[in-house]
Protein backbone atom coordinates (compact mmCIF):
# COMPACT_ATOMS: atom_id res chain seq x y z
CA UNK A 1 0.00 0.00 0.00
CA UNK A 2 0.98 3.48 -0.77
CA UNK A 3 1.83 6.10 1.91
CA UNK A 4 0.55 9.36 1.11
CA UNK A 5 1.54 12.68 2.89
CA UNK A 6 -0.49 15.99 1.99
CA UNK A 7 1.66 18.24 4.28
CA UNK A 8 0.55 21.09 5.80
CA UNK A 9 2.92 24.54 6.32
CA UNK A 10 3.48 26.94 8.41
CA UNK A 11 1.43 29.95 7.75
CA UNK A 12 -1.25 30.76 5.34
CA UNK A 13 -1.86 27.88 2.61
CA UNK A 14 -4.53 27.31 0.57
CA UNK A 15 -7.21 24.83 2.16
CA UNK A 16 -9.08 24.14 -0.49
CA UNK A 17 -5.45 22.35 -2.28
CA UNK A 18 -5.55 20.25 0.57
CA UNK A 19 -8.94 18.82 0.79
CA UNK A 20 -9.37 18.81 -2.65
CA UNK A 21 -6.39 16.43 -2.83
CA UNK A 22 -7.48 14.50 0.19
CA UNK A 23 -10.84 13.78 -1.41
CA UNK A 24 -10.19 13.38 -4.72
CA UNK A 25 -7.53 10.26 -3.43
CA UNK A 26 -9.69 9.15 -1.10
CA UNK A 27 -12.38 8.75 -3.71
CA UNK A 28 -10.11 7.10 -6.27
CA UNK A 29 -8.83 4.58 -3.38
CA UNK A 30 -12.81 3.60 -2.62
CA UNK A 31 -13.52 3.61 -6.19
CA UNK A 32 -10.31 0.92 -6.52
CA UNK A 33 -11.59 -1.02 -3.94
CA UNK A 34 -15.18 -1.66 -5.82
CA UNK A 35 -13.53 -2.90 -8.41
CA UNK A 36 -12.52 -5.88 -6.43
CA UNK A 37 -8.86 -4.26 -5.43
CA UNK A 38 -7.46 -4.18 -2.17
CA UNK A 39 -6.93 -0.58 -0.93
CA UNK A 40 -4.14 1.02 -2.59
CA UNK A 41 -3.14 4.12 -0.69
CA UNK A 42 -3.27 5.44 2.63
CA UNK A 43 -3.76 9.14 2.84
CA UNK A 44 -2.42 11.65 5.66
CA UNK A 45 -2.73 15.05 6.15
CA UNK A 46 0.47 16.08 8.19
CA UNK A 47 2.61 19.19 9.22
CA UNK A 48 4.45 20.90 12.31
CA UNK A 49 1.23 22.45 13.42
CA UNK A 50 -1.92 20.52 15.58
CA UNK A 51 -4.49 23.06 14.28
CA UNK A 52 -4.46 25.11 10.80
CA UNK A 53 -7.32 27.58 10.55
CA UNK A 54 -8.61 29.16 7.45
CA UNK A 55 -11.43 31.27 6.23
CA UNK A 56 -11.27 33.63 9.20
CA UNK A 57 -11.57 30.85 12.07
CA UNK A 58 -14.59 29.03 9.64
CA UNK A 59 -12.96 25.90 9.27
CA UNK A 60 -9.81 24.38 9.97
CA UNK A 61 -7.47 21.40 9.74
CA UNK A 62 -6.07 18.96 12.37
CA UNK A 63 -2.35 17.74 11.03
CA UNK A 64 -0.39 14.96 12.72
CA UNK A 65 2.91 15.78 13.70
CA UNK A 66 5.27 14.82 10.97
CA UNK A 67 7.72 13.72 12.85
CA UNK A 68 5.30 10.68 13.17
CA UNK A 69 5.93 10.25 10.15
CA UNK A 70 9.12 7.83 9.52
CA UNK A 71 8.46 6.77 5.56
CA UNK A 72 5.94 8.30 2.98
CA UNK A 73 6.01 7.49 -0.70
CA UNK A 74 4.56 10.65 -2.08
CA UNK A 75 4.52 14.05 -0.67
CA UNK A 76 1.44 16.76 -1.75
CA UNK A 77 2.89 20.11 -1.21
CA UNK A 78 -0.43 22.58 -0.93
CA UNK A 79 -0.17 25.88 -2.13
CA UNK A 80 1.40 28.84 -0.09
CA UNK A 81 0.44 32.48 0.78
CA UNK A 82 2.20 34.76 -0.81
CA UNK A 83 5.01 36.52 1.42
CA UNK A 84 7.26 33.67 0.37
CA UNK A 85 10.75 34.61 2.23
CA UNK A 86 8.42 34.62 5.75
CA UNK A 87 7.05 31.04 4.67
CA UNK A 88 10.04 29.77 3.87
CA UNK A 89 12.14 30.82 6.80
CA UNK A 90 8.55 29.45 9.03
CA UNK A 91 8.91 25.80 7.55
CA UNK A 92 12.93 25.11 7.42
CA UNK A 93 12.09 21.95 9.45
CA UNK A 94 9.54 20.85 7.11
CA UNK A 95 12.24 21.53 4.02
CA UNK A 96 14.24 19.23 5.39
CA UNK A 97 11.85 16.67 6.13
CA UNK A 98 10.93 16.62 2.44
CA UNK A 99 14.66 16.53 1.39
CA UNK A 100 15.28 13.46 3.57
CA UNK A 101 11.60 11.73 2.03
CA UNK A 102 13.31 12.47 -0.96
CA UNK A 103 16.39 10.62 -0.07
CA UNK A 104 14.49 8.01 1.01
CA UNK A 105 12.67 7.16 -2.65
CA UNK A 106 9.65 9.56 -2.06
CA UNK A 107 7.91 10.96 -5.29
CA UNK A 108 7.04 15.22 -4.54
CA UNK A 109 4.06 16.62 -6.49
CA UNK A 110 3.61 20.42 -5.46
CA UNK A 111 0.32 22.47 -6.13
CA UNK A 112 0.52 26.25 -7.48
CA UNK A 113 3.31 28.07 -5.52
CA UNK A 114 4.13 24.93 -3.37
CA UNK A 115 6.62 24.79 -6.05
CA UNK A 116 8.72 27.50 -3.35
CA UNK A 117 9.11 24.67 -1.11
CA UNK A 118 10.56 22.26 -3.65
CA UNK A 119 13.38 25.12 -5.19
CA UNK A 120 13.97 26.11 -1.39
CA UNK A 121 14.88 22.35 -1.07
CA UNK A 122 17.15 22.05 -3.22
CA UNK A 123 14.82 19.28 -5.30
CA UNK A 124 14.36 21.35 -8.38
CA UNK A 125 18.33 22.11 -9.86
CA UNK A 126 18.54 21.11 -13.43
CA UNK A 127 14.85 20.25 -13.58
CA UNK A 128 11.86 22.51 -15.17
CA UNK A 129 8.83 23.37 -12.65
CA UNK A 130 5.38 25.35 -12.84
CA UNK A 131 3.78 27.78 -10.64
CA UNK A 132 1.09 30.26 -11.10
CA UNK A 133 1.47 32.67 -13.64
CA UNK A 134 1.17 35.50 -10.64
CA UNK A 135 3.84 33.94 -8.67
CA UNK A 136 6.46 34.01 -12.08
CA UNK A 137 8.18 37.36 -11.18
CA UNK A 138 9.17 36.14 -7.47
CA UNK A 139 10.15 32.86 -8.61
CA UNK A 140 12.58 33.89 -10.85
CA UNK A 141 13.81 36.62 -8.83
CA UNK A 142 14.24 34.16 -5.51
CA UNK A 143 15.48 31.03 -7.94
CA UNK A 144 16.81 32.63 -11.20
CA UNK A 145 18.73 29.27 -12.25
CA UNK A 146 15.80 26.96 -12.11
CA UNK A 147 13.71 26.65 -15.78
CA UNK A 148 10.51 27.90 -15.11
CA UNK A 149 7.87 26.92 -17.92
CA UNK A 150 5.08 29.11 -16.65
CA UNK A 151 2.98 28.20 -19.36
CA UNK A 152 2.93 24.13 -18.80
CA UNK A 153 0.18 22.75 -16.52
CA UNK A 154 2.46 19.81 -15.19
CA UNK A 155 5.34 19.18 -15.04
CA UNK A 156 6.93 15.84 -15.07
CA UNK A 157 10.81 15.62 -13.54
CA UNK A 158 11.73 12.04 -12.31
CA UNK A 159 9.60 11.45 -9.25
CA UNK A 160 9.24 15.45 -9.00
CA UNK A 161 5.67 16.93 -9.82
CA UNK A 162 4.67 20.72 -10.39
CA UNK A 163 1.76 22.41 -11.55
CA UNK A 164 0.68 26.05 -12.24
CA UNK A 165 -2.08 27.88 -10.54
CA UNK A 166 -5.13 27.81 -8.65
CA UNK A 167 -7.92 24.91 -8.81
CA UNK A 168 -5.44 23.24 -11.95
CA UNK A 169 -4.31 21.50 -8.95
CA UNK A 170 -7.30 19.21 -9.68
CA UNK A 171 -5.70 18.19 -13.36
CA UNK A 172 -2.47 17.49 -11.31
CA UNK A 173 -4.18 14.84 -8.77
CA UNK A 174 -6.04 13.28 -11.77
CA UNK A 175 -2.73 13.06 -13.16
CA UNK A 176 -1.32 11.15 -10.16
CA UNK A 177 -4.52 9.33 -9.71
CA UNK A 178 -3.67 7.42 -13.06
CA UNK A 179 -0.61 6.95 -12.15
CA UNK A 180 -1.15 5.36 -9.01
CA UNK A 181 -4.09 3.78 -9.69
CA UNK A 182 -5.47 3.52 -13.72
CA UNK A 183 -6.55 5.53 -16.82
CA UNK A 184 -10.05 3.84 -15.61
CA UNK A 185 -9.63 5.61 -11.79
CA UNK A 186 -8.80 8.70 -13.70
CA UNK A 187 -11.42 8.94 -15.72
CA UNK A 188 -13.93 8.01 -13.13
CA UNK A 189 -12.65 11.17 -11.17
CA UNK A 190 -12.87 13.03 -14.04
CA UNK A 191 -16.60 12.51 -14.35
CA UNK A 192 -17.27 12.46 -10.54
CA UNK A 193 -15.98 15.78 -9.70
CA UNK A 194 -15.98 17.67 -13.17
CA UNK A 195 -12.88 18.34 -14.16
CA UNK A 196 -11.45 18.23 -17.15
CA UNK A 197 -8.74 15.32 -17.60
CA UNK A 198 -6.70 16.27 -20.46
CA UNK A 199 -5.87 20.06 -19.94
CA UNK A 200 -2.29 20.37 -20.19
CA UNK A 201 -2.01 24.32 -20.76
CA UNK A 202 -2.90 27.50 -17.76
CA UNK A 203 -1.73 29.91 -20.79
CA UNK A 204 -5.43 30.77 -21.72
CA UNK A 205 -5.76 31.81 -17.91
CA UNK A 206 -2.55 34.02 -17.33
CA UNK A 207 -2.89 37.46 -17.18
CA UNK A 208 1.13 38.87 -18.29
CA UNK A 209 2.65 40.90 -15.38
CA UNK A 210 4.71 43.58 -17.06
CA UNK A 211 8.03 42.76 -14.76
CA UNK A 212 8.85 46.05 -13.73
CA UNK A 213 10.55 45.32 -10.04
CA UNK A 214 13.59 44.78 -11.60
CA UNK A 215 15.33 48.08 -10.67
CA UNK A 216 17.16 49.18 -13.96
CA UNK A 217 15.82 52.25 -14.77
CA UNK A 218 17.08 51.81 -18.56
CA UNK A 219 14.98 49.14 -19.02
CA UNK A 220 12.28 50.24 -17.56
CA UNK A 221 12.37 53.34 -19.83
CA UNK A 222 12.43 51.02 -22.41
CA UNK A 223 9.32 49.17 -21.19
CA UNK A 224 7.24 52.19 -21.20
CA UNK A 225 8.01 53.04 -24.56
CA UNK A 226 7.62 49.85 -26.13
CA UNK A 227 3.89 49.78 -24.42
CA UNK A 228 3.16 53.41 -25.28
CA UNK A 229 4.00 52.58 -29.17
CA UNK A 230 2.37 48.90 -29.89
CA UNK A 231 0.63 50.20 -32.74
CA UNK A 232 3.97 51.32 -34.39
CA UNK A 233 7.10 49.30 -35.97
CA UNK A 234 9.75 49.44 -33.05
CA UNK A 235 13.08 48.81 -33.67
CA UNK A 236 15.28 47.53 -30.81
CA UNK A 237 18.44 48.86 -32.69
CA UNK A 238 16.98 52.46 -33.19
CA UNK A 239 15.53 52.27 -29.30
CA UNK A 240 18.55 50.68 -27.87
CA UNK A 241 20.71 53.73 -29.98
CA UNK A 242 18.04 56.34 -28.09
CA UNK A 243 18.82 55.03 -24.80
CA UNK A 244 22.96 55.11 -25.69
CA UNK A 245 23.39 51.63 -25.31
CA UNK A 246 24.73 48.56 -27.53
CA UNK A 247 21.90 46.30 -28.91
CA UNK A 248 23.66 43.63 -27.17
CA UNK A 249 24.25 45.14 -23.79
CA UNK A 250 20.60 46.45 -24.24
CA UNK A 251 19.41 42.44 -25.20
CA UNK A 252 21.32 41.38 -22.18
CA UNK A 253 19.88 43.67 -19.64
CA UNK A 254 16.60 43.47 -20.92
CA UNK A 255 16.62 39.51 -20.15
CA UNK A 256 17.91 39.84 -16.87
CA UNK A 257 15.16 42.03 -15.53
CA UNK A 258 11.96 41.22 -17.16
CA UNK A 259 12.93 36.89 -17.95
CA UNK A 260 11.67 37.34 -21.73
CA UNK A 261 13.76 39.17 -24.62
CA UNK A 262 12.69 42.78 -26.46
CA UNK A 263 10.65 40.62 -28.83
CA UNK A 264 9.15 38.43 -26.36
CA UNK A 265 8.04 41.44 -24.63
CA UNK A 266 6.38 43.35 -26.75
CA UNK A 267 4.56 40.58 -28.60
CA UNK A 268 3.54 39.74 -24.67
CA UNK A 269 2.52 42.95 -23.72
CA UNK A 270 0.32 43.14 -27.56
CA UNK A 271 -1.40 39.92 -26.81
CA UNK A 272 -2.61 40.94 -23.58
CA UNK A 273 -4.02 43.83 -24.60
CA UNK A 274 -5.81 42.04 -27.35
CA UNK A 275 -7.17 40.00 -25.03
CA UNK A 276 -8.72 42.73 -23.18
CA UNK A 277 -10.13 44.24 -25.98
CA UNK A 278 -11.90 40.66 -27.33
CA UNK A 279 -12.94 39.92 -23.73
CA UNK A 280 -14.80 43.46 -23.52
CA UNK A 281 -15.80 45.22 -27.07
CA UNK A 282 -17.22 43.97 -29.96
CA UNK A 283 -14.29 44.79 -32.40
CA UNK A 284 -13.57 41.86 -34.89
CA UNK A 285 -10.47 40.27 -35.33
CA UNK A 286 -8.70 42.21 -37.69
CA UNK A 287 -9.56 45.24 -35.61
CA UNK A 288 -8.30 43.74 -32.83
CA UNK A 289 -5.21 42.86 -34.80
CA UNK A 290 -4.59 46.15 -36.18
CA UNK A 291 -5.13 48.10 -32.55
CA UNK A 292 -1.90 46.21 -31.64
CA UNK A 293 0.02 46.50 -34.41
CA UNK A 294 0.10 43.63 -36.23
CA UNK A 295 -1.33 43.62 -40.63
CA UNK A 296 -0.27 40.08 -40.90
CA UNK A 297 -3.35 38.12 -40.13
CA UNK A 298 -1.37 34.81 -40.10
CA UNK A 299 1.35 36.04 -37.68
CA UNK A 300 -0.88 37.90 -35.42
CA UNK A 301 -2.96 33.99 -34.88
CA UNK A 302 0.44 32.45 -35.05
CA UNK A 303 1.70 34.41 -31.79
CA UNK A 304 -1.82 34.66 -29.85
CA UNK A 305 -2.15 30.96 -30.17
CA UNK A 306 1.51 30.37 -29.25
CA UNK A 307 0.92 33.13 -25.95
CA UNK A 308 -2.61 32.79 -24.89
CA UNK A 309 -2.96 29.13 -25.90
CA UNK A 310 -5.88 29.99 -27.86
CA UNK A 311 -6.63 31.07 -31.24
CA UNK A 312 -8.18 34.76 -31.56
CA UNK A 313 -11.66 33.70 -32.34
CA UNK A 314 -11.40 30.60 -30.15
CA UNK A 315 -10.69 32.81 -26.99
CA UNK A 316 -13.62 35.72 -27.84
CA UNK A 317 -15.87 32.71 -28.06
CA UNK A 318 -14.76 31.59 -24.45
CA UNK A 319 -13.96 34.88 -22.44
CA UNK A 320 -16.70 37.54 -24.18
CA UNK A 321 -19.05 38.57 -21.84
CA UNK A 322 -21.22 39.57 -24.31
CA UNK A 323 -21.49 36.43 -26.48
CA UNK A 324 -21.12 33.91 -23.17
CA UNK A 325 -24.49 35.65 -21.68
CA UNK A 326 -26.11 36.53 -25.30
Not at 81 to 105: C, F, R, T
Not at 273 to 280: G, I, N, R, Y
Amino acid sequence: MKQVTIIVPTGNVNLSSITGSFEILTRANAYWQRLGHASKMEIRIAGLVKELPSGNGFFSIHPVHIKDIKKTDLVIIPSLSYDYENVLKENAKLIDWMKQQHKGGAELASICTGTFLLAAAGLLEGKTCSTHWNAANDFRRMFPDIDLQIDKLITVEKGIYTNGGAYSFLNLILFLVEKYFDRQTAIYCSKTFQIEIERSSQSPFSIFQAQKNHGDELIDKAQSYIEKNLRQKISFEELASKLAISRRNFDRRFIKATGNTPVEYLQRVKVEVAKSTLEKGRKSIYEVMNDVGYSDDKAFREVFKKIAGLSPLDYRAKYNRERVLG
